[in-house]
């Protein structure tokens, strides 16, 4: 039962009603002839419109339609099958040809596709099936060959991207032969889409058949097919629609039937599905704790405060915790580093801020507040959420080159952000463009304005990235992992320059990183974030002197040093961050903890101490 | 600009690879056109002569240069079959195929653009899935049954737009528009919903994409977002299958040209075809030919104008 509501939620009711007609329209192919073998003229009852006795009406021979439409499946499932096996064959070979060598071969073979797009293939089809001859096997032949092109064409431009890939050019590099490297590397991953599209195609060379017997270049008159019935039903089509429109509807169907089922094929449903906002009532384990928080008066400096913020995605196996009551606070002219591995949840929490997150902010209900400037971020309209986003708090991304925008000038793409938010003229922003690309150290600035993303390094994108931030004169900066991409020498610029931005501008910049060794010298303060929850937190000097959570130890220990003997093995931290689904029952970081205690498996260690806190019970229980 | 250089040899190379493979398939058909000319009476001697007249009985390929040439200079050579000047046949069919062509692609872009972008503005959302679904549907019809079905319905039982009496646009824009409503609306119902398909797909991808998350960072406004960025770096692959679309729409609408006796080129290449006319069927299919390959260097260049990365990468300035 539970698997048969799986199957349900998987194909969904369109899902299920075109696999039910698949399956009928295969039971008419391959059985039709038991039901059929009795159709009859009687000329008595020609043209009759549908009936009890007769559920699709007669033809002009008053022969019974709906036994025509069942005898009609047989040949047109056929024609469609074979069809599309013979396109996909060719047309797999010549497209997985033209991908795989690429260079010369594929430039000739795109040539020939062209030539034949080129070409009005339907008339030569029927040219062709006149001069051959009428006949099952010519239809499916011609319509095979038609179909070799089009294949040809999406099978290349599926496996293009992946003949770039590793793990081809790794097969390669190996000396494995290539019909090896394209049957083992390149057709299982292409053979998804493909099979997908397949299904389409099948649908479409049964509607190409209907075609070419309508116009009278199909199968032979004595054999019946879907296209053939219309084609003899169009003489009486004003008296008796019904002799076109049942079999037409029949090719209808089957094509809406195999698109549906190709759409939902290809979807599939990878994990985790963030669905649509659901409320949800889970309260946090600490919520007595955050509202002690909140109450507490923030200092008056105090730029942005994040409290007690909750981000949870609703998945099939239950809410996932990407935040789960972070509470951080951000001063004027100060940089905060947030620190923590992949999958964290750092970079949710910088999103949640802003309401970033794909697909609705945060699951509703839960308790938090980020509160800027006197309002509650959080509770504020997508409208006037807007005005506060690049406008006064503004971020930066990790990765430069697929945060720009592949199509526009850099220089188009900072003023744009002036224009929008300052109101300024075009020549005052392309003005404005200019003075942020030399303040952020682009060199040759008049030049670059006008170059695209594509033409410029690493180091130079996130500078433009950096200048977009600041178009608009932000207070907040929230920069996430914005170097990390970066290598070493310009990590060290673009750092050095956040730093000048922050002492000359009072720029207040919270800093989301994994790496300990580049916050050392510059934040203020460090929040080390494990599985959705800050676990230690306090002045950078104080945490790196005293680390008083494992992790935090063990995040420092694999900071390499300059002072350390070199081949010195580098500390790691074994294990992964756990995905947090399902009720949190003890520390996060017990599994991976070397210093771990029974205590650490049952209890929720809350965050401890004034200015330095840290979530560890072996503290608690070392302190009491 | 080596990139254009090259898309021009390539162009001639289709070019000639349509002209020859049109030419030689129907030379290897069974047959020879005197046959067709004299009738199956005729005499070893009396075909021996007509070939002779006609230039058939010199080697193909010597054939094919010579018609080469002729039609490099716009003379697509005579009929063998009625004697018709071929290049004035086809300048009489091809004003209502283009027209035809043109304003299929507009109606289907003019359908498939704003429902693309309405259905991404909230991807997944009932207008999402209801704008996808009724894509299906459109896809799912053939062409020869939406055609039958406006037939019927507006021009039989309604009779708000004329059946089946084309009037050419010379004879009033107006009369001629209005005998084309039908095959058009037939013509780009289908075609909408591929285009919708393919341009709502795209947009989707890219308003998840890292670059729009940054604009969206910025602050700007959705509608902003969706018409000024997204719009134009996801139209790449739309404007390809327009392109690709060309020859069919052009020659190969024949049913629809059929059902509303349309003058078109399909029906000119069909009757052509069947008929054993080679010079005619050489004549339309090479004037297809050059539409497809026009209408793709546009189409090329109009990418190149969308994205500087193709242009980058044809260039060979891509790092």
């Keep these: 039962m539970k698997q048969l509501l799986r199957f349900k939620q998987r194909w969904g009711i369109l899902g299920l009603i075109a696999i039910a007609w698949i399956v009928a329209l295969g039971v008419c192919a391959l059985f039709g002839k038991l039901f059929t073998s009795h159709l009859n003229q009687d000329l008595k009852n020609r043209l009759q419109a549908p009936s009890f006795s007769h559920p699709f009406g007669t033809n002009n021979l008053g022969v019974d339609m709906l036994g025509l439409a069942i005898k009609g499946a047989r040949i047109s499932v056929l024609v469609g099958l074979a069809a599309t096996a013979i396109g996909f064959i060719g047309g797999s070979l010549v497209g997985l040809t033209a991908a795989y060598w690429r260079g010369r071969t594929d430039r000739v073979i795109l040539t020939f596709l062209d030539a034949s797009a080129a070409f009005p293939s339907f008339v030569a089809a029927i040219s062709v099936v006149l001069f051959w001859g009428k006949s099952v096997r010519n239809v499916i032949l011609v319509i095979g060959v038609l179909t070799i092109p089009v294949i040809a064409r999406i099978v290349r431009a599926a496996s293009l991207p992946l003949v770039e890939r590793d793990f081809v050019l790794a097969a390669r590099m190996q000396g494995s032969r290539h019909s090896q490297i394209i049957v083992r590397e390149l057709i299982p991953n292409v053979i998804r889409p493909l099979l997908g599209f397949a299904m389409i195609t099948v649908g479409i060379t049964i509607s190409i058949e209907g075609g070419l017997s309508f116009i009278g270049a199909g199968v032979p008159d004595n054999i019946v097919t879907w296209g053939q019935l219309i084609a003899s039903g169009r003489a009486t089509v004003e008296g008796s629609p019904h002799l076109v429109l049942i079999p037409a509807s029949l090719i209808f169907g089957t094509i809406l039937a195999l698109n549906t089922l190709s759409s939902k094929w290809l979807r599939g449903r990878p994990f985790p599905v963030i669905k649509e906002s659901v409320v949800e009532t889970t309260v946090s384990a600490n919520a007595s704790d955050a509202a002690k928080m909140i109450s507490s008066n923030p200092p ?216 300990m060794g580049i916050v050392a010298s510059r934040a203020d303060e460090v929040a080390v974030m494990y599985s959705g929850r800050i676990v230690e937190q306090g002045s950078t000097l104080e945490v790196f002197a005293h680390p008083r959570m494992p992790y935090t130890r063990a995040l420092l220990a694999s900071i390499p040093r300059i002072n350390h003997e070199s081949h010195k093995k580098l500390a790691v931290i074994g294990g992964i961050p756990p995905i947090a689904i399902g009720p949190r029952v003890g520390c996060a970081f017990a599994p991976r903890c070397p210093d771990v205690i029974d205590a650490c498996r049952t209890e929720i260690p809350q965050l401890v101490g004034n200015t330095h806190q840290a979530a560890c019970i072996r503290n608690v229980v070392s302190a009491s | 600009m080596r990139g254009l250089g090259q898309r021009f040899l390539q162009m001639t190379a289709v070019l000639l690879l349509v002209a020859a493979g049109t030419f030689f398939l129907l030379d290897l058909m069974p047959g020879s056109p005197a046959i067709a000319i004299l009738g199956t009476s005729a005499t070893p001697e009396g075909i021996a002569k007509v070939e002779a007249e006609l230039g058939l009985d010199k080697p193909n390929i010597e054939r094919f240069l010579t018609w080469g040439t002729h039609a490099v200079r716009g003379d697509l050579g005579v009929s063998y079959r009625d004697g018709e000047n071929v290049a004035q046949a086809i300048r009489q069919r091809f004003p209502t195929s283009f027209e035809v062509l043109i304003l299929t692609q507009l109606l289907a872009l003019g359908i498939a653009v704003p429902a693309a972008l309405f259905a991404a503005s909230r991807p997944g959302k009932r207008r999402d899935r209801a704008l996808t679904t009724t894509s299906f549907a459109l896809i799912a019809i053939p062409q020869f049954v939406m055609a039958l079905t406006l037939l019927i319905i507006f021009a039989k039982q309604l009779q708000w737009f004329p059946a089946a009496d084309f009037v050419p646009l010379n004879e009033g824009i107006i009369r001629n528009l209005r005998s084309l409503v039908l095959p058009v609306l037939s013509l780009s119902f289908p075609l909408s919903g591929i285009y919708f398909q393919v341009l709502r797909n795209d947009l989707v991808i890219t308003m998840s994409s890292d670059h729009i998350m940054r604009t969206r960072a910025s602050g700007f406004s959705e509608r902003i977002i969706l018409l000024k960025y997204a719009l134009r770096s996801s139209s790449l692959t739309l404007l390809a299958v327009v392109g690709l679309n060309t020859a069919g729409l052009l020659g190969g609408v024949l049913i629809i040209e059929q059902i509303y006796s349309l003058p078109g080129l399909g029906r000119f290449l069909f009757d052509a075809a069947t008929r054993r006319d080679i010079v005619k069927v050489e004549g339309a299919v090479l004037v297809i030919a050059v539409t497809y390959v026009t209408v793709n260097l546009l189409v090329d260049m109009l990418l190149r104008v969308f994205d500087p990365r193709v242009r980058a990468a044809s260039i060979g300035t891509r790092r």
């Excluded at chain 1, 949640?352 to 997150?357: E, H, M, W």
């Excluded at chain 1, 971020?395 to 220089?411: C, E, K, S, W």
């Design chain 1, 300 to 515: 008056t400096d105090v730029v942005l405060s994040i409290e007690n913020l909750h981000t949870y995605f609703s998945t099939p196996f239950g809410s996932l915790r990407a935040v789960d009551g972070v509470s951080l606070q951000l001063r004027r002219g100060q940089m905060v580093a947030l620190v923590g591995e992949s999958g964290s949840g750092k970079t949710m929490m910088a999103r949640s801020l802003l309401g970033l997150v794909p697909s609705p902010p945060r699951v509703a209900g839960l308790p938090g507040r980020v509160m800027f400037d006197g309002q509650d971020l959080l509770s504020l309209s997508s409208e006037e959420l807007r005005k506060i986003r690049g406008r006064r708090i503004a971020m930066i991304f990790q990765d430069p080159m697929t945060t720009l925008n592949p199509v526009m000038r850099v220089g188009r793409q900072i003023a744009d952000t002036a224009t929008l938010h300052l109101g300024l003229s075009k020549k005052e922003a392309t003005r404005r463009a200019l003075e942020l690309l030399i303040e952020v150290g682009v060199p040759d600035a008049q030049r670059r304005m006008r170059a695209w993303p594509h033409e410029l390094s690493g180091g130079l994108r996130q500078r433009i990235g950096i200048a977009i931030a600041l178009a608009a004169e932000p207070e907040v900066l929230i920069a996430d992992e914005p170097t990390s991409a970066l290598d070493v020498t310009i990590q060290r610029q673009l750092l050095d320059l956040l730093d000048r931005l922050r002492r000359y501008r009072g720029l207040s910049i919270l800093f989301i990183t994994h790496d």
